[in-house]
T-cell receptor, first 108, second 113 residues
Framework: KNEVEQSPQNLTAQEGEFITINCSYSVGISALHWLQQHPGGGIVSLFMLSSGKKKHGRLIATINIQEKHSSLHITASHPRDSAVYICAVKGGSEKLVFGKGTKLTVNP | DAGVIQSPRHEVTEMGQEVTLRCKPI?????LFWYRQTMMRGLELLIY????????DSGMPEDRFSAKMPNASFSTLKIQPSEPRDSAVYFCASSLQNQETQYFGPGTRLLVL
């Protein structure tokens, strides 16, 4: 079993829909990252969380340390949000362990 | 700042050849990471450095892989000899200090024939 599990693997939505991507992990962590990988391959860090919630524009990330679970929400989704979203966790060192990613397609 | 710079962006080589990937981290960052991404395994950490010193190389697949960081502004990942199963996208990332955001380079797409 992978240490980091994401769901769903693939997600298709219509423009304007509210989107949720989930991440569960099985180890103790010091931080959790959400990354976005564009169709061209570039990777951008969206959030780093160790507790609570963070918001940036239409993106919201939450984490529940007790339940070992994080969610990434996108409000008013847009075709430009189409990308692969990757969850990664950090334990006691700087090493990141990655989920397999969620491929999001937002249709106009 | 120009961000993390990687070269080459694309590399096609034949099995058995030596491949050298290069990375220039963001100036002032003291952590540097090498990752590999494949369809089957997703993103995996190969090795990371702190202040030019290798800290964790447990992700380096085998002795054919080696990484160096001779100074704070340059790192290399070398594969010798290369094999078709090494075909992947190799990312370099850097960060400022413990638990800070990692900034990724554009990646090097390697194809070993």
């Amino acid at each position: 079993k992978n240490e980091v599990e994401q769901s769903p693997q693939n997600l298709t939505a219509q423009e304007g829909e509210f989107i949720t991507i989930n991440c569960s992990y099985s180890v103790g962590i010091s931080a959790l990252h959400w990354l976005q990988q564009h169709p061209g391959g570039g990777i951008v860090s969206l959030f780093m969380l160790s507790s609570g919630k963070k918001k940036h524009g239409r993106l919201i990330a939450t984490i529940n340390i007790q339940e070992k679970h994080s969610s990434l929400h996108i409000t008013a989704s847009h075709p430009r949000d189409s990308a692969v979203y990757i969850c990664a966790v950090k334990g006691g060192s700087e090493k990141l362990v990655f989920g397999k990613g969620t491929k999001l397609t937002v249709n106009p | 700042d120009a961000g993390v710079i990687q070269s080459p962006r694309h590399e096609v080589t034949e099995m058995g050849q030596e491949v050298t990937l290069r990375c220039k981290p963001i100036s002032g960052h003291d952590y540097l990471f090498w990752y590999r991404q494949t369809m089957m395994r997703g993103l995996e950490l190969l090795i990371y450095f702190n202040n030019n010193v290798p800290i964790d190389d447990s992700g380096m697949p085998e002795d054919r892989f080696s990484a160096k960081m001779p100074n704070a502004s340059f790192s290399t990942l070398k594969i010798q000899p290369s094999e078709p199963r090494d075909s992947a996208v190799y990312f370099c990332a850097s960060s400022l200090q413990n638990q800070e955001t990692q900034y990724f380079g554009p990646g090097t797409r390697l194809l070993v024939l």
